[in-house]
């Protein structure tokens, strides 16, 4: 699985979107956690089935299953770690896709980090110091650490 996982990394975005809209015809929910430590910094996933690996640690809602806890067995699977879920940050729907992401603010409460099928390292971020990522994480990084932060 693993292996096919990165073979897929390797298609250019159109492909995935193209799978996505045929398979997928009708809306998605996605459940994505954001995780920042003491020193402000935020955890990101090294995804093996994008093309850029750094992201926010996301997975897809399950057919019946509540988001909160979707975050967290998404989460959990891909990572082997347990999240305490504090708040939805926003819900966002795509311009471009069929699809909803629902974006929590999370921290974490036990486990140890174990690589998965579609995760092999994370690693905490200064926000200042962010790798190459995906669409426009970065400044949605930013934007919610400076709202967190400032009122801190």
Known sequence: MKTLMRIWGMFPLW???????ILRPRFRVGVAALVFDEQGRVLLFKHTYRKFAWGIPVGGL?????????VKREFYEESGLTINVERLLFADSSKLFRHVTLMYLCKIIGGEFRESYEVSEMKYFDVNDLPRMIFDEKDLIRSVHKDIWSVL
């Open 62 to 70: 399950e057919y019946g299953e509540q988001p909160e806890e979707g």
């Open 15 to 21: 492909a995935h979107t193209l799978a996505a809209i």
